[in-house]
């Protein structure tokens, strides 16, 4: 019996994290908005464009939209949340020898919710991803070319 109750409830749990994960509800008007601290918005430098990069969960995957970057310094990538709760994270790890890479964003939980990049990176290729849903596929690759 103690077995089947610890089942049952690590069951429960997993279904509570896949719900948290793949919510797409919009907030009551006494929750944060897309402008709460998470969000954040910068300008491209004279010359640079912004680069709008979608984060998604639906019903074949959690990606983003689109997962191969070209950029240049002075760029600025446009993280916005569609739906799921996601990050981007540039790992050192997994960009060995790279140097000045962004700590892990916040988690962007509100539809709307934007994470701004300006692109300070040196040229070269760099990989993202979102810590939760890496191992579902969801990393992406920017390539910063000279100008």
């Known amino acids: 019996m103690k077995t089947q109750r610890a089942i049952l409830l690590s069951g429960l ?3 509570g994290a896949v719900a948290a994960c793949s ?3 919009k907030p009551d008007g006494d929750e944060a908005s897309a402008s709460s601290p998470a969000a954040t918005s910068s300008e491209p430098a004279a010359g640079g464009k912004i680069i709008e990069v979608k984060l998604i969960t639906d019903g074949t995957s959690n990606r983003f939209e689109p997962a191969k970057i070209e950029a240049h310094k002075g ?3 446009r993280y916005t949340l569609v739906v799921g ?3 981007v994270h540039f790992l050192p790890d997994s960009n060995p020898g790279k ?3 962004p700590p892990a964003s916040d988690m962007l939980q509100l539809p709307g ?3 701004d990049l300006p692109v300070t990176f040196a040229p070269g290729k760099y990989y993202f991803q979102c ?3 890496a191992l579902l596929g969801m990393v992406g690759h920017l390539e910063v070319e000279d100008d």
């Open 85 to 87: 709760v996601h990050n």
């Open 13 to 15: 749990a997993f279904i």
């Open 23 to 25: 919510k797409s509800d």
């Open 99 to 101: 140097v000045g890479l």
């Open 131 to 133: 810590d939760p849903h």
């Open 75 to 77: 760029d600025v990538i």
């Open 113 to 115: 919710q934007t994470y």
